[in-house]
């Protein structure tokens, strides 16, 4: 089967096209024109065409958090729950365990390799900082080990992306090189670092950083801390766009301030409630959603309740970005940093995972719900 249709506007990844058609042939995009082409009746359509959002930091969804369920059923009840939402392609996050969590949560992934939606695994600890470990619950944090490196050369050889978050002073320069020379992609968070460190942590190879601004050492006018190093580099970095994690205003100002264009990606850190209910626990602790917070019995910020459809919207309408910005740093970006161009693209991609957004880049539908033929 092999149609036409023209949507209001199409993003392809890198911008938006006005006026032009895409063609689909069995289930796939096969091609962009910038006009319709002559002879061709395209299926007119409402709204953006744009390549479904991309979420490289996934904690939870569906009433499934992956520490406390970590199997590919799990994963793949995460990925169902965010798909709903127009997000088509999670890092499932496995955060601060006992080393048997980390175990199951790449057993999991190994096994699901292929499977909608699930593009790797992102080890968000416990290498990282205490006085930065945020919810991290601290009896688990501690110096990298033998035995994580050893899950993420098992992983990498077969061939799953990793993302791992450490902070600079809980691994040495090796540890981060050896990590970067498997196939990993080392992302500094959760951390207390100096300028210093963090350059050590670069030039070892570390080529991200985990959620810019949110537990790490801040940026000041005397040592520009974590905060300053990041903004000042050309690493990858994701954020967090809820207006409760970081002020949008501050959103705004680090996408401007980076001295390369398209590092900034959204994250949406988000939790169990995503498309589940109001609460979950997390290291048998009641985590419960209040006013749009996730917090703990003590009041604590305890993870995200926010999906990629709500980041975009809140990007393009309040800090100041363009719309191409905005749908880049959810598509085209986080598929550049884990090396996966493919999925930041809308040519070649299957009808399944492209969506339609409104002119104001809410979310509205997939395209095979329309059901086209």
Sequence with gaps: MAYWIQPAQIFDGKQLISG???HIANGTVTDIEPAVPAGVTPVQLAGIATPGFIDLQVNGGGDVLLNATPTRAGMQTIAAAHRRFGTVGIMPTVITDRPEVLDAAAAAV?????????????????????????THAAEFVRPMDART????????????PVMITLAPEAASPKQIAD???????????????????MQTAMAAGARCATHLYNAMSPMGSREPGAVGAIIN???????????????????GLAIRARPVADRMFLVSDSMATVGGGDHFDLYGHRITLKDGRLVNAEGS???????????????AGLTGVTAETALRMA????????????????????????ILLDKQLRYQSALAELALS
């Design 331 to 354: 598509t085209s970006t986080p598929a550049a940093c884990m090396r996966l161009p493919a999925y930041g693209q809308l040519l070649g991609r299957a009808v399944e995972d492209i």
């Design 20 to 22: 032009g058609c895409l």
């Design 149 to 160: 490196l050893a899950v993420v050369q098992a992983l990498r050889r077969n061939d799953v």
């Design 301 to 315: 910020l305890a993870g995200a309740h926010v999906t990629q459809a709500e980041g975009v919207c809140r990007l």
């Design 233 to 251: 580099s050309d690493l990858f970095a994701g954020i967090i766009c809820d207006g409760i994690h970081v002020a949008d205003s501050m959103v």
């Design 179 to 197: 990590l970067v020379k498997m196939g990993a992609v080392v992302s500094l968070g959760h951390t207390d670092a100096t300028e210093a460190q």
């Design 110 to 134: 190994i096994a699901a390799k292929g499977d909608t939606g699930i593009l790797g695994l992102h080890i968000e600890g416990p290498h990282i900082s205490l006085p930065r470990r945020g």
